[in-house]
């Protein structure tokens, strides 16, 4: 993920130096704090912002708080890691909805910054949690803004109103008041408002704004901004603020900028919280902000509990207990696999996944190289297979493999890899679903106390288990082989997370879903 990737990489690089001491001078400090102002303006920060956040990390870090502690660097990580998510805005922050519906959501921003996108986007999340949203085509000054999101309310899945073609034509005031009426009449419980933007802040533009805004009484005003816009971000930002005024920031195109300075200095200069995060141009894309997980991904401690709600969405949790109860009793078969391969695409990217993990942020260029198609081939196999054959590969002679082979556009050896793969992940899904502790494919014993993964096959060697050079036959015949220890502490000592996955282990991802 390219989101804060610059901003990233800075501090991760500052902080690992100064774990090299084991006591801080203020020389230290002076110096990590310098460094961190370099990244901050680098990252394209207000400088307002980065003078406030580098004052209190300073005074914090020259204060009893560090000198007292057992182990300064972590503390400092902490310290960071606290400032951070102040002026990321503190708490999360979510939609209010009026007592009397329905609820009217007004967007602004300047032409470009994703609005109509995000309006969709908005749309189908809200219908996923059981609201009847109405979108209303209030940009009639943009040429085709009304056709646009009229395919984006489309795509969705969600009611339209736009009663004027656009494209010069129409008065937006009277749409949005028709608009909500609309709403109350069709029992439609969410409005949101699709307004006009400029390519630059105008008089026009909030004086249409504003005049929305008194007409509809809103309530909610998000302000959506490109985070790619950097430092004028927050010029643009105070406009809409004194113009219109706004009750909170949706930052767009979050996944394209790898410096981030949008997001660290609209929240703390406006003072209005950060609602949402586009993070793709898919309708799905779309992330409620945690300030807590953002600062989190940005030391690169990773973002395991925006992983873990995620995969509750995409996974069904009764077909999670029979898939369990297959593993248990060696009934799973390639259907099931198959199953839960389309349960995983709707989690979406792979490499998004990846990106959250603890540690991921020194693995960028694995991570690019990861080839997420192959999972598309995995399926394109199966697929091609009979419904007996995937419940019983065994049946699989050179014929059938060749026939599947063409079928699916691979070859007979794409196909035995895949059938040997599936074979040995069932088995050690089958340890786990036992209670066993198998080894994964290029890792080492899991558990042992912040042990890499070199020095934890080094270590697996005097056990009784296989020697075989295949690490994934190694890894299913060591299957339910005990390990000790839970691991602790992450890379910076900041709570309790995995160790970093190495790049053999995202090799051996990507073989189990495809190709080797």
């Known amino acids: 993920m390219a989101t804060f990737g610059t901003l990233s990489d800075r501090l991760t690089e500052t902080f690992r130096n100064l774990r090299t001491k084991g006591k801080l001078s ?84 300047l032409q470009g910054s994703g609005k109509t996108t995000f309006a969709g986007k908005l749309a189908k999340q809200l219908q996923g949690e059981g609201h009847t949203p109405l979108l209303v085509a209030c940009d009639l000054q943009r040429p085709n803004a009304v056709t646009q999101l009229t395919v984006v309310a489309e795509q969705a899945g969600a009611s339209i109103f736009a009663p004027e073609p656009g494209n010069g034509v129409g008065d937006p005031v009277k749409v949005a008041e028709a608009g909500v009426e609309y709403a109350r009449r069709h029992q439609h419980d969410v409005v949101v408002i699709d307004t006009a933007g400029r ?65 660290l200095s609209v929240a703390s200069v406006t003072g209005r919280p950060i609602i949402f995060a586009s993070t793709g141009e898919n309708l799905d894309d779309l992330e409620p902000f945690h300030p807590d997980r953002m600062a989190s991904r940005i030391l690169d401690l990773g973002d395991i509990l925006t992983l873990i709600e995620q995969a509750q969405q995409a996974f069904d949790e009764e077909e999670a207990r029979k898939v369990a109860e297959k593993l248990a009793n060696e009934a799973f078969t390639l259907e099931d696999f198959l199953e839960q391969l389309q349960q995983m695409k709707k989690m979406g990217s792979m490499k998004k996944m990846l990106g959250m993990l603890p540690g991921m942020g020194q693995m960028k260029q694995q991570l690019e190289d990861f080839d997420e ?23 699989l002679n050179g014929s059938r493999r060749l ?45 042992k106390p912040g042990a890499s993964a070199k020095r934890g096959r080094k270590g697996a060697k005097g056990k009784s288990g296989s020697r075989s050079g295949n690490p994934a036959k190694r890894a299913a015949e060591n299957a339910g082989v005990p390990a000790g220890g839970n691991a602790t502490g992450s890379g910076f000592g900041i709570g309790s997370a995995q160790q970093a996955p190495s790049e053999t282990d995202l090799a051996e991802i990507q073989k189990l879903f495809g190709r080797g």
């Not at 802040?201 to 909610?220: C, F, G, H, Y």
């Not at 399926?379 to 590969?393: F, H, L, Q, V, Y």
């Open 26 to 109: 203020p020389a230290d400090v002076d110096g990590t704090v310098r460094e961190i102002r370099r990244a901050l303006l680098d990252a394209d920060v207000a400088l307002a912002v980065v003078k406030e956040f580098t004052g209190k990390v300073r005074e914090r870090a020259l204060s009893d708080e560090v000198n007292k502690a057992l182990n300064p660097a972590q503390q400092v990580v902490q310290i960071v890691n606290e400032e951070l998510i102040a002026i990321l805005g503190g708490e999360q922050r979510r939609l209010e909805f009026a007592k009397n519906p329905p609820t009217v959501i007004m967007l602004a921003g």
């Open 199 to 263: 390519l630059g802040v105008d008089a026009e533009l909030m004086k249409q704004a504003s005049d929305i805004r008194r007409a509809t009484s809103p309530d909610e005003v998000l302000f959506v901004i490109d985070s790619l816009t950097g430092q004028d971000a927050v010029n643009t930002a105070k406009a809409f603020q004194d113009g219109v005024d706004f009750t909170g920031v949706v930052l767009s195109k979050l996944d394209g900028d790898s410096r981030g300075g949008a997001a």
């Open 373 to 395: 198609r192959e999972i598309d081939r995995t399926e394109a196999i199966i697929r091609s297979m009979t419904p007996g054959e995937r419940r019983n590969p065994k049946v």
């Open 403 to 447: 026939r599947i082979a063409k079928g699916s556009g691979m070859t007979v050896t794409d196909v035995n890899q895949l059938v040997q793969r599936f074979e040995q992940a069932a088995k050690m899904m089958k340890t786990v679903a036992r209670g066993g502790t198998p080894q994964i494919p290029g890792m080492g014993p899991m558990g």
